[in-house]
């Protein structure tokens, strides 16, 4: 997978740092290590904006048919993340069914997660001001209007160089991504912890 | 007794914080979303005078409005208010803190009833307004919003004014798409717009924290109620694919309550007790 955006791609943006008292640097040496083990990972997130059910399944499923995949374009940002460091020890796709999480994976301190592989260091930029939020109640939305305040993760998909219909860009609209991975099946599921 | 416009604004605001502590958490898959207090608080005011001395069914309702607008009038922070109030929904959990806080505080004009809107309606007829705030179909042009219009446009027997609330933001192009085709619905269904108050509620939403709702207030026009028939139930795939979003089609038929005895106070499986003295740690 090369890193050119192409409009009408899909993009899960997010962004990383600190989470559940662990260092990014520990995280990627972490998640590296369980994609050579299990051939993928899972990478634990929350929040209803990347929703697993209601939001990254249907947007990655929607270009699965399209024969295409979704890239994760992650930012690197300073965060203090507090969270219990609690391993999830199981994982569902709607909620329901649950299954054992793999003994190579660790998710820890989270409700949902994302499923990855192909995680790599890269070095580029997302201008968001060149995306629109692709499902949801904020459908349509630029991105560079939506990724601000609490809302630090999207479902995107490039809408190319042309202005998109909604407010003047502002300053400071480029993300400056340092991760990248490709989303696989399931994409994102629910994680819980039965045992703690 | 207050009139409209002379609200105690405390009176009020404890009352409504009554009414959401006795609320149960919403579960967001299902598209519950709760608006805001203040919003609540105006909102329910708005209601109350607009329902006053009816009798209105609310098909579904996860906000509590309906539990608000009967408390403030029992208070008399209010002084007007609908004659009868019935809550439809297929959650246990709020058709039960309904009956709960009603059986708490006396509230005799209020009831709930279990039920799911892909049933055919059980009380044609029997209600003079509807309210709803349904699930905004932002996935599939509006169609949750109708299958929730329908139920109510039934309640009333095709007569009366029925509350929508729905998604409403210039900037985006679905929230207006859905404006469109809930009144090209009414009209094909015998109801004109009467009034759109736009951009009043927020919400705990967010995946779209600036998203707002409207109020899209639909009358009937007279004599429409020979429109009325026999309810059925709603499994037309087209209608309900992305019920609740894309790809999100309606899955549960009730969401049932777990009982317990201790309810409204802090599950015991959230914390431990470290006891004075004691050498744990």
């Known amino acids: 997978m090369d890193d050119r955006l192409n409009p009408g791609g899909g993009v899960l943006f997010i962004k990383v740092g600190t989470h559940a008292q662990e260092t ?23 929040g209803n904006t990347c929703h697993p059910e209601t ?8 270009y699965e048919r399209l024969g295409q995949t979704v890239r994760v374009l992650m930012q690197p940002m300073v965060s203090s993340h507090f969270a219990e460091p609690v391993r999830a020890d199981e994982f569902s796709i709607d909620g329901l069914k649950w299954n054992a999480i793999p003994a190579a994976i660790n998710v820890l301190g989270s409700r949902f997660a994302l499923a990855i ?27 560079d209007k939506y990724i601000m305040g ?19 860009a502002v300053e400071g609209t480029v993300a400056q991504i340092g991760l990248v991975a490709e989303l696989v099946e399931p994409y994102a599921v629910y994680v819980r912890n039965k045992t703690a | ?43 329910s005011e708005l209601v109350a005078r607009w329902a006053d001395g009816k009798r209105l069914a609310f ?22 208010g609908p004659s009868k109030i019935c809550v439809f929904d297929f959650d246990e959990r709020i058709c039960r803190a309904v009956e709960r806080f009603a059986d708490k505080e006396r509230l005799e004009t209020l009831e709930s009833r279990l039920y799911n809107c892909l049933d055919p309606f059980p009380s044609n007829g029997k209600f003079d307004l509807f309210y709803t705030n349904p699930p905004w179909g932002a996935s599939n042009d509006g169609e949750s919003v109708k299958v929730f219009a329908q139920r109510g446009m039934e309640a009333t027997g095709y007569t009366g004014e029925g509350m929508l609330v729905i998604a409403d933001d210039p900037e985006l192009a679905w929230p207006q798409t859905v404006l469109s085709a809930v009144q090209r619905f009414g009209l094909d269904n015998g109801y004109f717009t009467q009034k759109m108050m736009s951009r009043l509620h ?46 999100n089609p309606p899955r549960v038929k009730y969401v049932r309550e777990k009982k317990r005895l201790d309810y409204g106070n802090a ?15």
């Open chain 1, 55 to 62: 939001m990254v399944q249907p947007f990655a499923k929607g």
């Open chain 2, 202 to 247: 927020t919400y705990h939403l967010d995946d779209a924290p600036e998203l707002r709702s409207c109020n899209l207030v639909l009358r009937a026009v007279p004599g429409n109620g020979s429109r009325a028939g026999k309810s059925q139930a709603i499994d037309d795939s087209n209608r309900l694919t992305n019920f609740y979003g894309r790809e």
């Open chain 2, 267 to 281: 599950l015991e499986e959230e914390y431990d007790l470290e006891l004075i003295g004691s050498t744990n740690g």
């Open chain 2, 1 to 43: 007794m207050a009139d409209a416009g002379s609200i105690d604004l405390r009176l009020a605001m404890n009352a409504i914080s009554d009414v959401i502590v006795n609320r149960p958490r919403p579960i967001r898959k299902i598209d519950q979303i709760y608006m805001k207090a203040g919003d609540m608080v105006l909102q």
């Open chain 2, 59 to 80: 098909i579904g309702d996860g906000d509590a409005i309906s539990v608000c607008i009967a408390y403030l009038k029992q208070r008399n922070i209010i002084g007007y």
């Open chain 1, 24 to 46: 990014l640097e520990k995280i990627i040496e972490r998640k590296t290590k369980e994609i050579e083990q299990a051939g993928y990972s899972l990478w634990g997130y929350g």
């Open chain 1, 150 to 168: 609490r809302v630090d993760k999207a479902c995107l998909e490039v809408a190319g160089p042309a202005p998109v219909p909604n407010d003047p």
């Open chain 1, 117 to 143: 592989k192909g995680l790599r260091k890269a070095e580029l930029e997302l201008p968001l001001d060149q995306t629109v939020v692709a499902i949801g109640n904020s459908k349509g939305r630029r991105g």
